[in-house]
Nanobody, 118 residues
């Protein structure tokens, strides 16, 4: 069982930056981890991901060049650095962990609100 707790959200002006953190209760080395977001009235969408062990990262098109995902396996923590924020980035951001060895073993955090004012 892995529990995920996000933090770092808040209110920021357009053009500003935020760093989200996702602390995991267990070891996540063998988990693909990622960030998703969901705005009111919209479906949850993928933002950025990190392959197990931190071997590679991948991003949604809207995140490329502005967001950076990283992970500290020693601390079992996932990060999302968000720069040049836009009002359309306003969403609840969720952390996700998928075990690469056990099919269906997937966990979500409770989410952290990010609000970008214009």
């Amino acid at each position: 069982q892995v529990q995920l707790v996000e933090s770092g959200g808040g209110l920021v002006q357009a053009g500003g930056s935020l760093r989200l953190s996702c602390a995991a209760s267990g070891r996540t080395f063998t988990y693909d981890m990622g960030w998703y977001r969901q705005a009111p009235g919209k479906e949850r969408e993928f933002v950025a991901g990190s392959r197990w062990g931190g071997s590679s990262t991948y991003y949604a098109d809207f995140a490329k060049g502005r967001f950076a995902i990283s992970r500290d396996n020693a601390k079992n923590t996932l990060y999302l650095q968000m720069n040049s924020l836009k009002p359309e980035d306003t969403s609840i951001y969720y952390c996700n962990a998928k075990n690469v060895a056990v099919l269906g073993r997937e966990y979500w955090g409770q989410g952290t609100q990010v609000t970008v004012s214009s």
